[in-house]
C-alpha cells in the first residue's frame, strides 16, 4: 500500500495558467505538508495542516492556494503560474516525529 | 525561525572509505534531529535519526552523533558503497507541530 501518493507524478504547462497537485495519505496522521524543492535541492517547507487546520504558511505567494478537504487530504492549488514556480513539489504527513514523503510532483512551466 | 547550517555541500569518497556530514543549528528547544536521503529522482526518506537524550546512534554502517553544548550533530557512513550515493539532509525538529528544519543538503558521490 501506498502511504503518500501525488497526482500527477509530472505537469507540463504554460506560464499563466492555474494547475492543481493533490495528496492523499492512509497513514492515519494529523498533519500534512508541503514542501518545494528546487533545483539546488533545497527543500523550503510551504504550507503545513494538522487536521484540517492551516498551522504554517510560510512567505509564499498567494497564488498557491492548499485545501485540506479531510486530514487524509492536502491539495495545493496554483494560479497565474510563473517561470519560477518550476519545481518539484513533495507532499508529507507526520504524527509524532518521522516525516514520510510522497513521490513528488515535477512541475515545468514552459 | 530556525536556522540549520549543513556542511559540506558536495562530497566524494573512493568506495571502502568513510564519509562525514556535520550541521550546526540554534535553538537550544530542539530535541529530536533526522537524517533524510534522497536518491535521485525519488523522496527524501528518514534513514536514522536521534533524540536529545542520546549522544550517540548507530545502525549497521551508519551511525550519528550529537552535542548539545555545541549544538552540532553529524552524519558517519562507513565503509561505503556506491548505492550509498544521494543528497543527504539534516534536520531538526521546531517548536511548531512537527516542523522539521532542513539543511540545504549534501550530495555524496562515492566512486569506484
Known amino acids: 500500500d501506498t502511504a503518500v501518493s501525488q497526482t500527477p507524478k509530472y505537469l507540463v504547462t504554460q506560464m499563466g495558467n492555474d494547475k492543481s497537485i493533490k495528496c492523499e495519505q492512509n497513514?492515519?496522521?494529523?498533519?500534512m505538508y508541503w514542501y518545494k524543492q528546487d533545483s539546488k535541492k533545497f527543500l523550503k517547507i510551504m504550507f503545513s495542516?494538522?487536521?484540517?487546520?492551516?498551522?504554517i504558511n510560510e512567505t509564499v505567494p498567494n497564488r498557491f492556494s492548499p485545501k485540506s478537504p479531510d486530514k487524509a487530504h492536502l491539495n495545493l492549488h496554483i494560479n497565474s503560474l510563473e517561470l519560477g514556480d518550476s519545481a518539484v513539489y513533495f507532499c508529507a504527513s507526520s504524527q509524532t516525529h518521522e516525516q514520510f514523503f510522497g513521490p513528488g510532483t515535477r512541475l515545468t512551466v514552459l | 525561525g530556525e536556522n540549520v547550517e549543513q556542511h559540506p555541500s558536495t562530497l566524494s569518497v573512493q568506495e571502502g572509505d568513510s564519509a562525514v556530514i556535520k550541521c550546526t543549528y540554534s535553538?537550544?528547544?530542539?530535541?529530536?534531529f533526522p537524517w533524510y536521503k534522497q536518491e535521485l529522482g525519488k523522496r527524501p526518506q528518514l534513514i536514522i535519526d536521534?533524540?536529545?537524550?542520546?549522544g550517540e546512534k548507530k545502525d549497521q554502517r551508519i551511525a550519528v552523533t550529537l552535542n548539545m553544548t555545541s549544538k552540532h550533530f553529524s552524519l558517519h557512513i562507513s565503509e561505503t558503497h556506491r548505492e550509498v550515493s544521494a543528497v543527504y539532509f539534516c534536520a531538526l525538529r521546531g517548536s511548531t507541530l512537527g516542523r522539521l528544519y532542513f539543511g540545504r543538503g549534501t550530495q555524496l558521490t562515492v566512486w569506484p
Open positions: 497513514l492515519g496522521h494529523d498533519t
Open positions: 495542516y494538522n487536521n484540517k487546520e492551516l498551522i
Open positions: 535553538d537550544s528547544a530542539s530535541n529530536y
Open positions: 536521534i533524540r536529545s537524550n542520546v
